[in-house]
Nanobody, 124 residues
Framework: QVQLVESGGGLVQSGGSLRLSCAAS????????MAWFRQAPGKEREFVAA????????RYTESVKGRLTISRDNAKKTVYLQMNSLKPEDTAVYYC?????????????????WGQGTQVTVSS
């Protein structure tokens, strides 16, 4: 069982940047695809970005393409979400999650372990 802890959230002005981190514990982090989801108040949890276990393939939801970048460091058992040009509509709690694959999906139900989330607030 992989345990996940997110960090790096905070309050930032529109146009600013943040870097989220998700640290995993457990011996088999490298076997998992990883993803970031977010949930705004009163809304469903939505897919943001995902990366394969090797880091060779990534997927993004359309609204974040060109602004957010997912990456991973398997030696550090950590996945990152670099967030640039942030907008007020990016405000949400951000969660990382693991999937055993093999398909890199965008569906929350395909992901098993979840972190506790980190709050990102973008002011206008």
């Amino acid at each position: 069982q992989v345990q996940l802890v997110e960090s790096g959230g905070g309050l930032v002005q529109s146009g600013g940047s943040l870097r989220l981190s998700c640290a995993a514990s457990g011996p088999i982090f490298i076997n998992y695809h990883m993803a970031w989801f977010r949930q705004a108040p009163g809304k469903e949890r939505e897919f943001v970005a995902a990366i394969t276990w090797s880091g060779g393939t990534t997927r993004y939801t359309e609204s974040v393409k060109g602004r957010l970048t997912i990456s991973r460091d398997n030696a550090k058992k950590t996945v990152y979400l670099q967030m640039n040009s942030l907008k007020p509509e990016d405000t949400a709690v951000y969660y990382c999650a693991t999937s055993p694959g093999p398909i890199l999906t965008t569906t929350p139900g395909s992901y098993g372990s979840w972190g506790q989330g980190t709050q990102v607030t973008v002011s206008s």
